[in-house]
C-alpha cells in the first residue's frame, strides 16, 4: 500500500509558476511510475504529465509541454510538477498517482494509487 499526499497548489496569476510535490509514504516507489492528472467540475480527469519507473520515459499533455516538467527524488519518495507560463486554464485540482505494475502509465485508470488533490488556480 502505498499513500500520497500532495502539495505546493495556491493561487497565481498567469505567467508564473508553482512546483507540486507528491509524498510517498508506506512503500519505496522507484519502481513505480507516477503521474500528475488534473480535474475541474463536470470534466473527466485528464493526464498532464507521467513518468515510468526507469526515470527516463515521461509523458506530456500537449497542453502542457514546454511549459511543465515532471522529476522524482526517489531517495526522498517524492515526484514533482513544476508548473510555468501558467495560463486561466491550467485551474483545476491536480492528483498525483502510483502504480509498480508495467503498462499505460499515461492512463488514469493505470492507477491504483492516488493522493487527495491539490488545487492549483490561475487569475487572469
Known amino acids: 500500500q502505498v499513500q500520497l499526499v500532495e502539495s505546493g497548489g495556491g493561487l497565481v496569476q498567469a505567467g508564473g509558476s508553482l512546483r507540486l510535490a507528491c509524498a510517498a509514504s508506506?512503500?519505496?516507489?522507484?519502481?513505480?511510475?507516477v503521474g500528475w492528472f488534473r480535474q475541474v467540475p463536470g470534466k473527466e480527469r485528464e493526464a498532464v504529465s507521467a513518468?515510468?519507473?526507469?526515470?527516463?520515459?515521461?509523458y506530456y499533455a500537449d497542453s502542457v509541454k514546454g511549459r511543465f516538467t515532471i522529476s522524482r527524488d526517489n531517495a526522498k519518495n517524492t515526484v514533482y510538477l513544476a508548473m510555468n507560463s501558467l495560463k486561466p486554464e491550467d485551474t483545476a485540482v491536480y492528483y498525483c498517482?502510483?502504480?509498480?505494475?508495467?503498462?499505460?502509465?499515461?492512463?488514469?485508470?493505470?492507477?491504483?494509487?492516488w493522493g487527495q488533490g491539490t488545487q492549483v488556480t490561475v487569475s487572469s
Open positions: 498517482a502510483a502504480d509498480p505494475k508495467p503498462g499505460s502509465y499515461y492512463r488514469a485508470a493505470h492507477y491504483n494509487y
Open positions: 508506506g512503500r519505496t516507489f522507484s519502481r513505480y511510475a
Open positions: 513518468m515510468h519507473w526507469d526515470g527516463v520515459n515521461t
